[in-house]
């Protein structure tokens, strides 16, 4: 079984809606991060989070926001998706903080917002 | 702010010939710089770890190596395959210190190896 999952995989959904992506990992992990990867502008950091009661804003935080309701749970959250949304996103666990440590990736969800 | 430049452009090169990518990056130099791989539609693949007080780092035919003064990495994949195609990132970890360091990507460049 894979250590990072994401549900949904795939997600298409109008503009206006509210929408959950839910990241899971069995890694034990404390640190928890979210990005959004567009073509051309790389991973973006959205949201991180060093344990259940430690949420950080990252680069990209407007029209999102997220819950981490146990270690092995973090969930991003758009309120209002709009079309600019549309991008593809990855959890992601780390078992530290910073670049000393790897990061290990979920699948990803690509989302469309029409 | 830091900004790490990879080339946009795919690099193709023969089945057996040696691959080498660029990491460039213009401000800070970072503690500590990450190579991943991802294959298309997937997430990226933790490969290698360097830290600013190496010069270089091996890992089976992976090599990465890292410059300060020239504010490089380059990434080496020695008797590349079809299999080793995919797109490449390089991460640096922010200057921020403590609980807020956090990685920072490239855009990655795409590697294709025909047979």
């Known amino acids: 079984d894979a250590d990072v999952t994401q549900t949904p995989r795939n997600r298409i959904t109008k503009t206006g809606k509210r929408i959950m992506l839910e990241c899971s990992q069995t890694k034990g992990h404390d640190r928890m991060y979210w990005y959004r990867q567009d073509p051309g502008l790389g991973l973006r950091l959205i949201y991180y989070s060093f344990d259940v009661k430690d949420i950080n804003k990252g680069e990209i935080s407007d029209g999102y926001s997220v819950s981490r309701q146990a270690q092995a749970k973090f969930s991003l959250s758009l309120e209002s998706a709009i079309p600019n949304q549309t991008a593809l996103y990855f959890c992601?666990?780390?078992?530290?903080?910073?670049?000393?440590?790897?990061?290990?990736f979920g699948p990803g969800t690509r989302l469309t917002v029409t | 702010s830091q900004k790490i430049e990879q080339n946009s452009e795919a690099l193709n090169i023969q089945e057996g010939k040696t691959a080498t990518l660029t990491c460039n990056y213009t401000?800070?130099?970072?503690?500590?710089l990450q190579w991943y791989r991802q294959d298309p539609g997937r997430g990226p693949v933790f490969l290698l770890l360097i830290r600013e007080n190496e010069k270089e780092k091996r890992k089976e035919r992976l090599k990465v190596t890292f410059d300060t003064t020239l504010k490089q990495s380059l990434f080496h994949i020695t008797a590349s395959q079809p299999a080793d195609s995919a797109t490449y990132l390089c991460a640096l970890d922010t200057p921020d210190g403590g609980a807020t360091n956090k990685l920072i990507f490239g855009t990655g460049t795409l590697l294709a190896v025909q047979p």
């Open positions: 401000n800070y130099s970072p503690a500590y």
């Open positions: 992601a666990t780390a078992p530290g903080t910073g670049g000393r440590y790897e990061q290990y």
